[in-house]
Protein backbone atom coordinates (compact mmCIF):
# COMPACT_ATOMS: atom_id res chain seq x y z
CA UNK A 1 0.00 0.00 0.00
CA UNK A 2 1.59 3.35 -0.79
CA UNK A 3 0.54 5.59 1.46
CA UNK A 4 1.49 9.63 0.91
CA UNK A 5 1.82 12.12 4.02
CA UNK A 6 1.79 15.73 3.53
CA UNK A 7 3.88 17.50 5.98
CA UNK A 8 4.61 21.30 6.34
CA UNK A 9 7.48 23.15 7.98
CA UNK A 10 5.87 25.11 10.30
CA UNK A 11 7.82 27.36 12.68
CA UNK A 12 11.49 25.85 11.89
CA UNK A 13 9.66 22.79 12.85
CA UNK A 14 7.48 19.88 11.47
CA UNK A 15 4.63 20.70 12.27
CA UNK A 16 2.68 18.54 15.17
CA UNK A 17 -0.25 17.41 13.77
CA UNK A 18 1.52 16.07 10.76
CA UNK A 19 4.11 14.67 12.64
CA UNK A 20 0.90 12.55 14.15
CA UNK A 21 0.26 11.91 10.62
CA UNK A 22 3.68 10.33 9.71
CA UNK A 23 3.64 8.31 12.60
CA UNK A 24 0.15 6.93 12.11
CA UNK A 25 1.78 6.48 8.05
CA UNK A 26 4.76 4.00 9.51
CA UNK A 27 2.70 1.90 11.43
CA UNK A 28 0.20 0.81 8.55
CA UNK A 29 2.08 -2.38 8.48
CA UNK A 30 3.81 -2.96 5.04
CA UNK A 31 3.21 0.38 3.83
CA UNK A 32 5.88 2.37 1.65
CA UNK A 33 4.99 5.57 3.25
CA UNK A 34 6.13 8.77 0.86
CA UNK A 35 6.21 12.33 2.48
CA UNK A 36 5.17 15.76 0.47
CA UNK A 37 6.51 19.05 1.42
CA UNK A 38 5.70 22.37 -0.21
CA UNK A 39 8.76 25.19 0.94
CA UNK A 40 11.81 26.53 0.46
CA UNK A 41 15.10 24.66 -0.08
CA UNK A 42 15.88 23.98 3.47
CA UNK A 43 13.07 22.21 4.46
CA UNK A 44 14.46 19.28 2.42
CA UNK A 45 16.86 19.07 5.73
CA UNK A 46 13.19 17.88 7.41
CA UNK A 47 12.38 15.47 4.51
CA UNK A 48 15.71 13.58 5.16
CA UNK A 49 15.05 13.30 8.68
CA UNK A 50 11.83 11.99 8.08
CA UNK A 51 13.79 9.55 5.58
CA UNK A 52 15.94 8.12 8.78
CA UNK A 53 12.67 7.36 10.72
CA UNK A 54 11.18 5.07 7.64
CA UNK A 55 9.69 7.04 5.26
CA UNK A 56 10.87 5.78 1.96
CA UNK A 57 10.59 8.61 0.04
CA UNK A 58 11.15 12.59 0.55
CA UNK A 59 9.98 14.59 -2.00
CA UNK A 60 9.98 18.85 -1.46
CA UNK A 61 7.59 21.06 -4.20
CA UNK A 62 10.18 24.25 -4.28
CA UNK A 63 10.22 26.59 -7.10
CA UNK A 64 10.06 30.73 -6.74
CA UNK A 65 6.24 30.02 -8.51
CA UNK A 66 5.17 28.63 -5.04
CA UNK A 67 6.14 31.21 -2.82
CA UNK A 68 3.74 33.02 -1.27
CA UNK A 69 1.01 30.51 -1.81
CA UNK A 70 -2.55 30.48 0.26
CA UNK A 71 -4.66 26.84 1.15
CA UNK A 72 -6.07 27.09 -2.53
CA UNK A 73 -2.69 27.55 -4.44
CA UNK A 74 -1.21 24.93 -1.78
CA UNK A 75 -4.05 22.19 -2.13
CA UNK A 76 -3.58 22.70 -6.08
CA UNK A 77 0.18 22.08 -5.70
CA UNK A 78 0.01 19.32 -3.48
CA UNK A 79 -2.55 18.12 -5.90
CA UNK A 80 -0.60 17.26 -8.79
CA UNK A 81 1.64 15.49 -6.69
CA UNK A 82 -0.21 13.27 -4.81
CA UNK A 83 -1.62 12.69 -8.49
CA UNK A 84 1.58 11.63 -10.16
CA UNK A 85 2.45 9.44 -7.16
CA UNK A 86 -0.99 7.63 -7.46
CA UNK A 87 -1.36 6.49 -3.36
CA UNK A 88 -3.98 4.58 -2.23
CA UNK A 89 -4.04 6.42 0.88
CA UNK A 90 -3.04 10.33 1.98
CA UNK A 91 -2.97 11.42 5.60
CA UNK A 92 -2.75 15.34 6.48
CA UNK A 93 -2.08 16.74 9.74
CA UNK A 94 -5.55 18.36 10.92
CA UNK A 95 -3.84 21.61 10.43
CA UNK A 96 -0.67 23.79 10.52
CA UNK A 97 0.03 25.31 13.81
CA UNK A 98 0.77 28.64 11.73
CA UNK A 99 -2.56 28.67 9.63
CA UNK A 100 -4.65 26.84 11.87
CA UNK A 101 -6.98 27.28 9.00
CA UNK A 102 -7.81 22.98 8.39
CA UNK A 103 -8.21 23.89 5.25
CA UNK A 104 -5.27 22.29 3.00
CA UNK A 105 -6.96 18.24 4.23
CA UNK A 106 -10.40 18.87 2.80
CA UNK A 107 -9.42 20.90 -0.37
CA UNK A 108 -7.42 18.69 -1.60
CA UNK A 109 -9.32 15.72 -1.20
CA UNK A 110 -11.61 17.51 -3.48
CA UNK A 111 -8.98 18.62 -6.16
CA UNK A 112 -7.93 14.56 -6.00
CA UNK A 113 -11.77 13.81 -6.45
CA UNK A 114 -11.39 11.38 -3.09
CA UNK A 115 -13.16 10.89 0.06
CA UNK A 116 -12.03 12.96 3.06
CA UNK A 117 -12.39 11.60 6.82
CA UNK A 118 -11.37 14.28 8.79
CA UNK A 119 -10.54 15.38 12.79
CA UNK A 120 -9.34 11.18 12.71
CA UNK A 121 -8.81 10.17 16.31
CA UNK A 122 -8.20 6.69 15.61
CA UNK A 123 -7.73 4.93 12.55
CA UNK A 124 -7.59 1.10 11.17
CA UNK A 125 -6.67 0.87 7.13
CA UNK A 126 -7.48 -2.54 4.86
CA UNK A 127 -6.50 -2.98 1.25
CA UNK A 128 -10.24 -1.48 0.37
CA UNK A 129 -10.98 0.87 3.08
CA UNK A 130 -9.55 3.40 6.12
CA UNK A 131 -12.27 2.96 9.20
CA UNK A 132 -12.32 5.69 11.66
CA UNK A 133 -13.07 6.92 14.87
CA UNK A 134 -13.25 11.18 14.50
CA UNK A 135 -14.22 13.89 16.23
CA UNK A 136 -17.87 14.15 14.33
CA UNK A 137 -18.02 10.29 14.87
CA UNK A 138 -17.34 6.90 13.32
CA UNK A 139 -16.60 7.28 9.23
CA UNK A 140 -15.50 4.82 6.76
CA UNK A 141 -14.42 5.45 3.39
CA UNK A 142 -13.34 3.66 0.32
CA UNK A 143 -9.68 4.04 -0.75
CA UNK A 144 -7.97 6.04 -1.74
CA UNK A 145 -8.96 8.22 0.55
CA UNK A 146 -7.52 11.73 1.74
CA UNK A 147 -7.60 11.42 5.63
CA UNK A 148 -6.45 14.62 8.50
CA UNK A 149 -5.80 13.27 11.74
CA UNK A 150 -5.26 14.97 14.64
CA UNK A 151 -2.59 14.76 17.74
CA UNK A 152 -2.91 11.08 18.23
CA UNK A 153 0.39 9.71 18.73
CA UNK A 154 4.18 10.91 19.47
CA UNK A 155 6.28 10.71 16.15
CA UNK A 156 9.16 8.37 16.93
CA UNK A 157 12.98 9.16 17.54
CA UNK A 158 15.61 7.88 14.40
CA UNK A 159 17.39 4.62 15.32
CA UNK A 160 20.97 5.19 16.16
CA UNK A 161 22.50 3.70 12.89
CA UNK A 162 19.57 4.44 10.92
CA UNK A 163 20.22 5.31 6.91
CA UNK A 164 19.29 8.77 5.16
CA UNK A 165 17.10 7.79 2.56
CA UNK A 166 15.72 9.56 -0.64
CA UNK A 167 14.75 12.81 -1.19
CA UNK A 168 13.96 15.02 -4.69
CA UNK A 169 12.95 18.69 -5.49
CA UNK A 170 10.11 19.34 -7.83
CA UNK A 171 9.62 22.08 -9.62
CA UNK A 172 6.26 23.66 -11.29
CA UNK A 173 7.25 22.19 -14.91
CA UNK A 174 8.19 18.75 -12.79
CA UNK A 175 4.83 19.05 -11.72
CA UNK A 176 2.93 20.20 -15.22
CA UNK A 177 1.71 23.04 -12.52
CA UNK A 178 -0.44 26.11 -14.49
CA UNK A 179 1.86 28.73 -12.61
CA UNK A 180 -0.99 31.22 -13.29
CA UNK A 181 -2.34 28.75 -9.89
CA UNK A 182 0.79 28.24 -7.97
CA UNK A 183 2.01 30.70 -4.53
CA UNK A 184 0.79 34.14 -5.29
CA UNK A 185 -0.04 34.25 -8.34
CA UNK A 186 -2.85 31.51 -7.79
CA UNK A 187 -3.72 33.06 -4.43
CA UNK A 188 -7.27 34.81 -3.73
CA UNK A 189 -6.61 36.02 -0.30
CA UNK A 190 -5.05 39.02 -0.15
CA UNK A 191 -4.23 41.33 2.81
CA UNK A 192 -4.82 44.54 2.67
CA UNK A 193 -3.35 45.77 5.79
CA UNK A 194 -2.48 44.79 9.40
CA UNK A 195 -2.96 46.68 12.36
CA UNK A 196 -2.73 46.18 16.20
CA UNK A 197 -5.61 44.50 17.99
CA UNK A 198 -8.22 47.15 19.79
CA UNK A 199 -11.15 44.90 20.10
CA UNK A 200 -12.27 43.73 23.56
CA UNK A 201 -10.03 45.94 25.36
CA UNK A 202 -11.00 46.86 29.18
CA UNK A 203 -9.58 49.11 31.87
CA UNK A 204 -8.16 46.78 34.82
CA UNK A 205 -8.46 47.25 38.16
CA UNK A 206 -5.89 45.48 40.01
CA UNK A 207 -7.29 43.63 43.05
CA UNK A 208 -6.02 41.59 45.46
CA UNK A 209 -5.72 37.56 45.44
CA UNK A 210 -7.75 37.86 48.55
CA UNK A 211 -10.39 40.01 46.73
CA UNK A 212 -10.54 37.29 44.52
CA UNK A 213 -13.43 35.14 45.48
CA UNK A 214 -16.17 37.66 46.34
CA UNK A 215 -15.01 40.03 43.54
CA UNK A 216 -16.09 37.08 40.90
CA UNK A 217 -19.29 36.77 43.52
CA UNK A 218 -20.36 40.28 42.99
CA UNK A 219 -19.25 40.21 39.20
CA UNK A 220 -22.10 37.24 38.86
CA UNK A 221 -24.61 38.64 40.32
CA UNK A 222 -24.44 42.08 38.48
CA UNK A 223 -27.31 42.22 35.94
CA UNK A 224 -25.81 42.20 32.54
CA UNK A 225 -26.26 45.25 30.33
CA UNK A 226 -27.52 43.71 26.86
CA UNK A 227 -25.93 45.95 24.47
CA UNK A 228 -28.06 46.33 21.53
CA UNK A 229 -25.93 45.57 18.48
CA UNK A 230 -24.62 48.65 17.12
CA UNK A 231 -26.13 51.08 14.44
CA UNK A 232 -25.43 49.75 11.18
CA UNK A 233 -24.32 53.35 9.39
CA UNK A 234 -21.57 51.84 6.84
CA UNK A 235 -22.22 50.42 3.56
CA UNK A 236 -23.98 47.04 2.90
CA UNK A 237 -23.97 44.49 0.42
CA UNK A 238 -26.89 43.78 -1.51
CA UNK A 239 -26.81 39.95 -1.84
CA UNK A 240 -25.24 37.05 0.21
CA UNK A 241 -25.56 33.46 0.67
CA UNK A 242 -25.07 31.62 4.35
CA UNK A 243 -24.61 28.45 4.95
CA UNK A 244 -26.98 27.81 8.11
CA UNK A 245 -28.49 30.07 10.52
CA UNK A 246 -25.80 30.85 12.37
CA UNK A 247 -23.69 32.10 9.53
CA UNK A 248 -26.51 34.09 8.74
CA UNK A 249 -26.63 35.97 11.73
CA UNK A 250 -23.69 37.18 10.67
CA UNK A 251 -24.76 37.89 6.92
CA UNK A 252 -27.35 40.13 8.18
CA UNK A 253 -25.36 42.60 9.73
CA UNK A 254 -23.31 43.48 6.40
CA UNK A 255 -26.34 42.40 3.52
CA UNK A 256 -29.86 43.58 2.82
CA UNK A 257 -30.93 40.14 1.46
CA UNK A 258 -29.18 36.62 3.01
CA UNK A 259 -30.16 33.71 1.65
CA UNK A 260 -29.97 31.11 3.87
CA UNK A 261 -28.55 27.96 2.26
CA UNK A 262 -29.74 24.52 3.69
CA UNK A 263 -27.11 21.93 1.26
CA UNK A 264 -24.67 20.56 3.05
CA UNK A 265 -23.35 18.09 0.71
CA UNK A 266 -20.27 19.78 -0.96
CA UNK A 267 -21.54 18.19 -4.43
CA UNK A 268 -24.98 19.92 -3.89
CA UNK A 269 -23.39 23.47 -2.96
CA UNK A 270 -21.29 23.46 -5.36
CA UNK A 271 -23.80 22.68 -7.85
CA UNK A 272 -25.84 24.97 -6.99
CA UNK A 273 -23.09 28.12 -6.58
CA UNK A 274 -22.06 27.33 -10.53
CA UNK A 275 -25.30 27.63 -11.64
CA UNK A 276 -26.78 31.03 -9.54
CA UNK A 277 -23.21 32.66 -9.13
CA UNK A 278 -23.65 34.21 -5.54
CA UNK A 279 -21.02 36.96 -4.78
CA UNK A 280 -20.14 36.07 -1.27
CA UNK A 281 -21.01 32.38 0.23
CA UNK A 282 -20.39 32.94 4.40
CA UNK A 283 -20.04 29.61 6.86
CA UNK A 284 -19.94 29.21 10.93
CA UNK A 285 -16.49 28.12 12.09
CA UNK A 286 -17.88 24.52 13.69
CA UNK A 287 -16.13 21.58 12.74
CA UNK A 288 -18.24 20.43 9.88
CA UNK A 289 -18.28 24.01 8.64
CA UNK A 290 -14.70 23.84 8.30
CA UNK A 291 -14.42 20.78 6.64
CA UNK A 292 -17.25 21.33 3.42
CA UNK A 293 -16.21 25.68 3.09
CA UNK A 294 -12.41 24.52 1.67
CA UNK A 295 -14.11 21.43 -0.83
CA UNK A 296 -16.20 23.92 -1.75
CA UNK A 297 -13.70 26.64 -2.50
CA UNK A 298 -11.21 25.06 -4.35
CA UNK A 299 -13.42 23.28 -7.11
CA UNK A 300 -14.98 27.09 -7.55
CA UNK A 301 -11.17 27.95 -7.72
CA UNK A 302 -12.06 30.75 -5.32
CA UNK A 303 -10.36 31.94 -1.98
CA UNK A 304 -11.57 31.22 1.66
CA UNK A 305 -10.99 33.12 4.50
CA UNK A 306 -10.92 31.37 7.79
CA UNK A 307 -11.84 32.23 10.98
CA UNK A 308 -13.16 36.11 10.41
CA UNK A 309 -13.68 37.55 13.38
CA UNK A 310 -15.18 40.53 11.95
CA UNK A 311 -16.83 41.39 7.93
CA UNK A 312 -16.94 44.78 6.85
CA UNK A 313 -17.89 46.06 3.17
CA UNK A 314 -17.28 49.16 0.81
CA UNK A 315 -20.52 48.28 -0.60
CA UNK A 316 -19.49 46.22 -3.07
CA UNK A 317 -16.51 44.24 -1.80
CA UNK A 318 -16.38 42.00 1.64
CA UNK A 319 -13.12 42.44 3.74
CA UNK A 320 -12.47 40.05 6.57
CA UNK A 321 -10.46 40.75 9.59
CA UNK A 322 -8.46 37.32 11.55
CA UNK A 323 -5.70 38.14 13.59
CA UNK A 324 -2.59 37.75 11.74
CA UNK A 325 0.26 34.84 12.98
CA UNK A 326 2.44 36.35 15.62
CA UNK A 327 1.69 39.44 17.84
CA UNK A 328 -1.51 41.23 18.79
CA UNK A 329 -1.85 42.09 14.67
CA UNK A 330 -5.36 42.07 13.15
CA UNK A 331 -5.23 41.20 9.52
CA UNK A 332 -7.65 42.99 6.89
CA UNK A 333 -8.20 40.66 4.19
CA UNK A 334 -9.87 41.04 0.69
CA UNK A 335 -10.43 37.98 -2.04
CA UNK A 336 -9.91 38.92 -5.69
CA UNK A 337 -11.73 36.28 -6.80
CA UNK A 338 -15.65 35.27 -6.47
CA UNK A 339 -17.74 34.47 -4.42
CA UNK A 340 -15.98 35.48 -2.11
CA UNK A 341 -15.75 32.92 0.50
CA UNK A 342 -15.33 33.07 4.47
CA UNK A 343 -16.11 30.92 7.97
CA UNK A 344 -16.87 33.07 10.64
CA UNK A 345 -17.02 33.34 14.54
CA UNK A 346 -20.15 33.02 16.15
CA UNK A 347 -21.12 33.24 19.62
CA UNK A 348 -21.62 29.94 21.16
CA UNK A 349 -25.97 30.00 21.90
CA UNK A 350 -25.68 28.83 25.16
CA UNK A 351 -22.58 28.95 27.25
CA UNK A 352 -21.81 28.29 31.24
CA UNK A 353 -21.95 31.32 33.11
CA UNK A 354 -19.20 31.38 35.18
CA UNK A 355 -15.90 30.49 33.09
CA UNK A 356 -12.60 28.92 34.95
CA UNK A 357 -10.13 28.64 32.22
CA UNK A 358 -6.06 27.90 32.46
CA UNK A 359 -3.66 28.70 29.96
CA UNK A 360 0.82 27.83 30.24
CA UNK A 361 0.69 29.26 33.87
CA UNK A 362 -1.58 26.34 35.39
CA UNK A 363 0.60 23.37 33.90
CA UNK A 364 1.26 20.61 36.86
CA UNK A 365 -1.86 22.54 38.39
CA UNK A 366 -4.59 20.75 36.31
CA UNK A 367 -6.43 19.05 39.35
CA UNK A 368 -5.95 21.79 41.38
CA UNK A 369 -7.65 23.81 38.78
CA UNK A 370 -10.51 21.18 38.56
CA UNK A 371 -10.98 21.67 42.42
CA UNK A 372 -11.08 25.41 42.34
CA UNK A 373 -13.93 25.60 39.48
CA UNK A 374 -15.88 22.82 41.52
CA UNK A 375 -15.72 24.88 44.27
CA UNK A 376 -16.96 27.92 42.88
CA UNK A 377 -19.29 26.06 40.44
CA UNK A 378 -17.15 26.87 37.29
CA UNK A 379 -17.04 25.22 33.97
CA UNK A 380 -13.44 25.01 32.77
CA UNK A 381 -11.90 26.01 30.00
CA UNK A 382 -8.12 26.76 28.11
CA UNK A 383 -6.12 28.39 26.11
CA UNK A 384 -4.94 26.32 22.78
CA UNK A 385 -1.06 26.17 24.83
CA UNK A 386 -2.75 24.06 27.60
CA UNK A 387 -4.47 21.88 25.00
CA UNK A 388 -1.75 21.51 23.41
CA UNK A 389 0.79 20.59 25.90
CA UNK A 390 -2.03 17.52 26.37
CA UNK A 391 -3.18 19.17 29.72
CA UNK A 392 -7.13 19.92 28.16
CA UNK A 393 -8.56 18.33 25.82
CA UNK A 394 -9.50 20.39 22.43
CA UNK A 395 -13.10 20.70 23.51
CA UNK A 396 -11.81 23.59 26.59
CA UNK A 397 -10.33 25.85 24.06
CA UNK A 398 -11.47 29.07 23.52
CA UNK A 399 -10.09 30.95 20.62
CA UNK A 400 -9.87 32.01 17.38
CA UNK A 401 -9.65 27.79 16.54
CA UNK A 402 -11.77 27.34 19.63
CA UNK A 403 -15.19 28.10 20.92
CA UNK A 404 -16.53 31.44 21.35
CA UNK A 405 -18.31 32.19 24.74
CA UNK A 406 -20.30 35.18 26.94
CA UNK A 407 -20.34 34.23 30.38
CA UNK A 408 -21.64 36.27 32.71
CA UNK A 409 -17.43 36.17 34.42
CA UNK A 410 -14.69 34.76 32.68
CA UNK A 411 -11.72 34.15 34.96
CA UNK A 412 -8.31 33.76 33.02
CA UNK A 413 -5.85 31.97 34.94
CA UNK A 414 -2.37 31.57 33.58
CA UNK A 415 -3.40 33.00 30.12
CA UNK A 416 -0.92 35.71 28.48
CA UNK A 417 -3.41 36.94 26.29
CA UNK A 418 -2.90 36.47 22.72
CA UNK A 419 -5.38 37.93 20.36
CA UNK A 420 -6.28 34.50 19.20
CA UNK A 421 -7.46 33.82 22.58
CA UNK A 422 -9.15 36.96 23.42
CA UNK A 423 -11.19 36.94 20.46
CA UNK A 424 -12.89 34.09 21.98
CA UNK A 425 -14.00 35.89 25.36
CA UNK A 426 -13.63 39.49 24.70
CA UNK A 427 -17.89 39.11 24.90
CA UNK A 428 -18.02 38.15 28.44
CA UNK A 429 -20.04 40.22 30.81
CA UNK A 430 -16.91 40.54 33.28
CA UNK A 431 -13.69 39.60 32.56
CA UNK A 432 -11.27 38.81 35.79
CA UNK A 433 -7.09 38.15 35.26
CA UNK A 434 -4.64 36.06 37.41
CA UNK A 435 -0.91 36.17 36.26
CA UNK A 436 2.13 36.71 38.19
CA UNK A 437 3.11 38.88 35.32
CA UNK A 438 1.66 42.30 35.72
CA UNK A 439 3.00 43.48 31.84
CA UNK A 440 1.01 40.57 30.93
CA UNK A 441 -1.37 41.57 28.02
CA UNK A 442 -4.51 39.77 29.06
CA UNK A 443 -4.83 42.71 32.06
CA UNK A 444 -5.64 45.39 29.33
CA UNK A 445 -8.96 42.69 27.88
CA UNK A 446 -10.14 42.38 32.10
CA UNK A 447 -12.42 44.31 34.31
CA UNK A 448 -10.05 43.20 37.26
CA UNK A 449 -6.60 41.61 37.69
CA UNK A 450 -4.74 39.90 40.29
CA UNK A 451 -1.10 39.56 40.00
CA UNK A 452 -0.14 36.42 41.63
CA UNK A 453 0.29 32.21 40.24
CA UNK A 454 -1.81 29.79 39.86
CA UNK A 455 -1.14 27.88 42.89
CA UNK A 456 -1.66 30.83 44.67
CA UNK A 457 -5.15 31.58 43.60
CA UNK A 458 -6.43 28.22 43.33
CA UNK A 459 -5.77 27.24 47.18
CA UNK A 460 -7.73 30.46 48.13
CA UNK A 461 -10.75 29.47 45.86
CA UNK A 462 -10.76 26.02 47.40
CA UNK A 463 -10.40 27.34 50.61
CA UNK A 464 -13.90 26.96 53.07
CA UNK A 465 -15.79 29.87 53.27
C1 LIG B 1 -3.73 30.59 13.71
C2 LIG B 1 -3.68 30.51 15.20
C3 LIG B 1 -4.81 30.16 15.92
C4 LIG B 1 -4.78 30.12 17.31
N1 LIG B 1 -5.92 29.80 17.99
C5 LIG B 1 -5.91 29.86 19.34
C6 LIG B 1 -7.10 29.60 20.09
O1 LIG B 1 -8.16 29.25 19.56
N2 LIG B 1 -7.03 29.73 21.43
C7 LIG B 1 -5.88 30.09 22.10
O2 LIG B 1 -5.91 30.18 23.33
N3 LIG B 1 -4.75 30.31 21.41
C8 LIG B 1 -4.73 30.19 20.06
N4 LIG B 1 -3.57 30.39 19.38
C9 LIG B 1 -2.31 30.51 20.15
C10 LIG B 1 -2.07 31.90 20.73
O3 LIG B 1 -1.40 32.70 19.78
C11 LIG B 1 -1.18 31.78 21.98
O4 LIG B 1 0.01 31.11 21.65
C12 LIG B 1 -1.87 31.04 23.12
O5 LIG B 1 -3.14 31.59 23.37
C13 LIG B 1 -1.00 31.17 24.36
O6 LIG B 1 -1.58 30.46 25.42
P1 LIG B 1 -1.25 30.87 26.91
O7 LIG B 1 -1.65 32.28 27.13
O8 LIG B 1 -1.86 29.83 27.78
O9 LIG B 1 0.32 30.65 26.98
P2 LIG B 1 1.49 31.71 27.09
O10 LIG B 1 1.36 32.76 26.07
O11 LIG B 1 2.74 30.94 27.15
O12 LIG B 1 1.22 32.40 28.50
C14 LIG B 1 1.36 31.75 29.71
C15 LIG B 1 1.14 32.77 30.81
O13 LIG B 1 1.23 32.10 32.05
C16 LIG B 1 1.82 32.99 32.98
N5 LIG B 1 2.37 32.20 34.08
C17 LIG B 1 3.60 31.65 34.21
N6 LIG B 1 3.70 30.99 35.38
C18 LIG B 1 2.50 31.11 35.99
C19 LIG B 1 1.97 30.64 37.22
N7 LIG B 1 2.70 29.91 38.08
N8 LIG B 1 0.70 30.95 37.52
C20 LIG B 1 -0.06 31.70 36.67
N9 LIG B 1 0.40 32.17 35.50
C21 LIG B 1 1.66 31.88 35.16
C22 LIG B 1 2.86 33.73 32.19
O14 LIG B 1 3.17 34.97 32.82
C23 LIG B 1 2.16 33.90 30.84
O15 LIG B 1 1.50 35.14 30.76
C24 LIG B 1 -3.58 30.41 18.00
C25 LIG B 1 -2.45 30.75 17.28
C26 LIG B 1 -2.48 30.79 15.90
C27 LIG B 1 -1.26 31.16 15.14
Known sequence: MRVIVCVKQSCKELNPFDACAVEAALRIEGAEVIAVSMGRPDVEDMLRYLTRLGVSRGILLSDRAFAGADTLATSYALSLAVQKLRPDLVLCGRQSIDGDTAQVGPGLAALLRMPVIPYVLEMSVTEKEAVCRTRLGDRTAPLPAVLTVER???????????????????????????????????????????????????????????????????????????????????????????????????????????????????????????????????????LESRVLAPQVAVQLQTGLC???????????????????????????????????????????GRCAELILAGGRGVIGQEEAMQKAARAIGAQCAASRALVDAGKAPYEWQIGLTGRTVSPQVYLAVGISGAVQHVCGMESAHTVIAVNPDKTAPIFDYADFGVCATAEEVFSLLCEEK
Not at 170 to 189: F, H, K, N, Q, Y
Not at 191 to 198: D, G, H, L
Not at 255 to 272: G, H, K, S
Not at 322 to 338: D, E, H, L, S, W
Request: proline fraction near 4%; charged fraction near 30%; glycine fraction near 6%.
Open 306 to 348: ADCTKLETDGEQLFMYRPAFGGNIVAKIRCTTRPTMATVRTLE
Open 152 to 286: INELRFPKLRSKVGVTEVWDAETLGADVRRCGLAGSPTKVVQSFENQSGRRHCRMISKEELRTTVETAMKTPRVTLSSAEHTGKRLSAVWAVGEKAAEKAREIADTVTVIRETDPTALLERATREKPSVILFDSS
